[in-house]
């Protein structure tokens, strides 16, 4: 962090003075520069003349009496108050009466550090994400005692150095880390009860969010150990369990398995500060099994006409299997299958899909009014609504006419499984198999095996999974799965935030877009999903778990009485100029 702030502000054309007890830091510091402003000159985004300039505005000292002139001091040391307060106890005696002291913590009380000062009013926090250097987002932390010129003056800079500043409270975590540690910790919890393997919960997140690094990948870059500092002060703020740190961290902390800056932390690195995994032998998730062959599977049946099931369909044809597309009446399948059509139609009008592959798309698509069509099917999958009792009526239907040996799956993102396969009499050739909306372009699958699924049956819908395309990762029959019981959480958390007046909606989007990567802020993406299919899958993990933390917000539940569901509706927690047809 100290390396990348020397970098931001020199390439701003401020004198930077680079202060760090060790030499071999310092060093370190200036050959990291020297590297970065190397590549710039080399990529013609810096000229020689300019770069040299940069190299000299910055300059490296052991000692804090070197910050003697400087209008603005950032500390950040490590995430300790006793550290931290040495530090600012010592600066007060040799910086400028009108010196701005700024803390880099993202874990620990901006106003308890400022009361350990003896100017506290010029005391905040700036809270940078790493790198900084790509990072756009910025804290701006004001305590009780900050007094606003100060915040002023600060917020400026941000802006200069082509940052986005926020401003918010002091409270830990602030805003981005605020939402984003509790939906680690929870990742890491998950990995730790091995209801899935590390390297299904970061596909998960990934292709199921679009976000640019899984969770475990993460903690291994911040650090567990930082990591576990943070929500130590967040559990200690809120009492909110989501926020006491896993055990799992603990441990690896205490074996000084602390991520990449060690080599090994939730996963193995090929040195120490390398990014490069290696493979090393990490505990499968429970239940997994490997090496069992799958059953045949030449045609698939779709029970269901909406969205999902055509998708499917389209999917699965395109694939090269022989499709039944079976729903309530021949009126509703033929939608179905027209849509179908309209989909395969736009890729060939974008040039993804040649017009013959469009034809044979679609020529190995059948339509029925009745799910008895379904009876030649290798894998019949039920796409009905989220409707426990429907699903299962449908289940118990597709026991009468499914041939021997056929698998069953169901794409619920958040019902139990099980639940459908006990309305069967083969709950073995049970299994879930949800699909990402919209399921022609979502990658991942997540396959859900119940306490009854067969190996076969469990190896049939990988294979399948293979052949269409998609990324498929294994979990328990439990709510949520991996994805929705690590998304809806944060997104219950960004509400809260907003309900308890700490920041705006505006603020709280970009910060997790500019700080976190996200591709869309908590509230942009609860208005495209939906209020009240939010507040559904949150009373279910609310349900399952029992943990006060996972409570709806109340503020969820009053927009969804009141029709506000967000884009469909015209309004969520945003308006909109027409509602989504």
């Known amino acids: 962090m100290g390396t990348g702030l020397c970098e931001v502000l020199a390439r701003a054309g401020r004198e930077v003075v680079g202060i760090d007890v060790s030499e071999a830091a310092a060093r370190a510091c200036v050959a990291a520069l020297e590297r970065a402003t190397d590549r710039a000159v080399a990529r ?9 300039g940069v190299l000299a505005r910055l300059r490296t000292f052991p000692d804090l009496r070197a910050a003697a002139d400087a209008d603005l001091v950032i500390e950040v040391v490590p995430e300790s108050y006793e550290i931290k307060q040495q530090v600012f106890a010592a600066l ?34 700036l809270h940078f994400f790493t790198p900084v250097q790509a990072m756009r987002l910025v804290e701006v932390v004001s305590s009780v005692l900050t007094e606003p010129p100060a915040v002023q003056r600060v917020t400026a800079l941000v802006r200069e150095l082509g940052k986005e500043p926020v401003a918010v409270g002091d409270r830990p ?5 605020g939402l984003l540690f509790g939906y680690l910790n929870q990742a890491a919890a998950m990995y730790e009860s091995r209801y899935a393997t590390r390297e299904d919960i970061d596909a998960a997140m990934k292709l199921g969010c679009g976000l640019p690094m899984g969770p475990l990948e993460l903690l291994d870059l911040i650090g567990v150990d930082t990591a576990r500092t943070v929500l130590e002060a967040m559990y200690t703020a809120s009492q909110d369990r989501l926020h006491a740190p896993a055990p799992v961290l603990g441990q690896l902390t205490a074996a000084g398995l602390t991520g990449r800056k060690a080599g090994r932390g939730f996963y193995a690195y090929e040195a120490p500060g390398s990014g490069t995994v290696v493979p090393d032998a990490a505990p499968s998730a429970a239940g997994a099994a490997r090496g069992v062959p799958p059953r045949p599977v030449e045609e698939i049946g779709i029970a269901g006409s909406g969205t999902m099931a055509s998708g499917i369909a389209e999917v699965c044809a395109r694939a090269g299997y022989a499709v039944t597309l079976a729903a309530r009446g021949a009126e509703k399948a033929a939608a179905a299958k027209a849509r179908v059509a309209a989909s395969l139609a736009r890729s060939v009008a974008k040039g993804r899909l040649a017009a013959a592959d ?26 009905v609504a989220e409707d426990l009792a429907v699903k299962r009526r449908v289940f118990a239907c597709l026991d009468e006419v499914a041939r021997p040996g056929a698998v069953l799956a169901t794409t619920t993102s958040s019902l139990p499984v099980i639940a459908c396969a006990a309305a069967t009499s083969r709950p073995e050739d049970v299994v879930g198999m949800h699909f990402f909306n919209p399921a022609q372009v979502m ?21 399948v999974c293979a052949q269409l395309g998609k990324h498929a990762v294994d979990c328990g029959d439990r709510a949520g799965f991996i994805v929705n019981a690590l998304l809806f959480p944060y997104l219950n958390n960004a509400v809260k935030m907003v309900q308890e007046h700490y920041a705006s909606l505006d603020d709280i989007d970009a910060a997790m877009k500019l700080g976190g990567g996200y591709p869309m802020g908590p509230f942009e993406l609860l208005d495209v999903v939906g209020l009240d299919v939010s507040l559904a899958i949150e009373r279910v993990l609310h349900r399952e778990f029992r943990d006060p933390g996972l409570a709806p917000a109340p503020l969820l539940e009053h927009l969804v009485a009141a029709g506000c569901l967000g884009r469909k509706t015209g309004r969520g927690f945003r308006e909109y100029a027409a509602a989504r047809r």
Do not use: W, Y
Request: glycine letters at 10%; aromatic letters at 2%; a neutral charge.
């Open 358 to 383: 469009r034809d044979a798309a679609l020529a190995r698509i059948s339509a029925a009014g009745d799910l008895g069509a379904l009876a030649g099917a290798g894998l019949v999958v039920e796409a």
């Open 443 to 463: 990658r991942l699958v997540e396959v859900v095996r119940t306490v009854r699924t067969a190996d076969d049956a469990h190896a049939t819908v990988r294979e």
């Open 44 to 52: 013609g985004k810096l000229t020689r003349d300019d770069r040299a």
């Open 92 to 125: 007060d005696g040799i910086v400028r009466p009108d010196a701005v002291l700024a803390t880099g913590t993202n874990a620990l009380s901006v106003t308890r550090l400022a009361a350990s000062s003896a100017r506290p009013e010029r005391v905040l926090g």
């Open 173 to 177: 975590g602030f805003i981005a880390d």
